[in-house]
């Protein structure tokens, strides 16, 4: 299995990635809907379920492929170390916040809702507990992963991330709060 990935990722890269994307989007919301609200089987959104992989194979998957392909040609320093932190920083003062912002407004486009009401009510949190994990994610993913493969790290630790994310999205901002956390 292993085998046939690489040999995807060597001969459609973008293609590969971003169905790997879709398919651990939905996989995050998901567990979201599953683990965290504990709707069950029977009211499982799969409408939310469709959304979420959507966004993650044709927005982020080919998004995140693109970008992580710029940082390695274009950001390029002297001292190996300062590359990887000034990736990192523009990863996450770049990257992260557009990407942050396409997220709500998309998913807010796709529900028929409002979405600058969607961002007033989520963007800093999500924005700010980005912050809190994606900064050490990718100082390690770009010191020891090979290009091709980092898509794939981040969609692995995008699991708990688009749970966290699919969750918040749904609560309306409020997914913090102990009153809106199931027992």
Request: net charge positive; glycine share 6%.
């Amino acid at each position: 299995m292993l085998r046939w990935y690489q040999l995807k990722l060597r001969t459609a890269p973008l293609l590969t990635q971003s169905v790997t994307t879709a398919i651990l989007f939905a996989t995050g919301d998901t567990m979201a809907q599953q683990g965290v609200e504990r709707v069950g089987i029977e009211k499982h959104d799969l409408a939310r379920t469709g959304r979420m992989a959507l966004y993650g194979g044709a927005i982020f998957g080919p998004a995140a492929t693109t970008w992580f392909k710029f940082l390695q040609s274009r950001v390029q320093l002297t001292n190996p170390n300062a590359t990887i932190l000034a990736r990192v920083a523009c990863d996450q003062f770049i990257f992260a916040p557009t990407n942050m912002f396409v997220f709500l407004s998309t998913m807010a486009t796709l529900e028929g809702t409002d979405p600058k009401k969607k961002l007033d009510q989520t963007y800093k949190q999500a924005l700010t507990k980005n912050w809190m994990v994606w900064p050490w994610v990718q100082m390690v993913n770009f010191k020891f992963v090979p290009l091709e493969h980092r898509v794939l790290v981040v969609n692995i630790i995008s699991l708990g991330w688009n749970c966290y994310l699919s969750y918040l999205n749904s609560a309306g901002g409020t997914a913090d709060k102990k009153s809106d956390l199931p027992p």
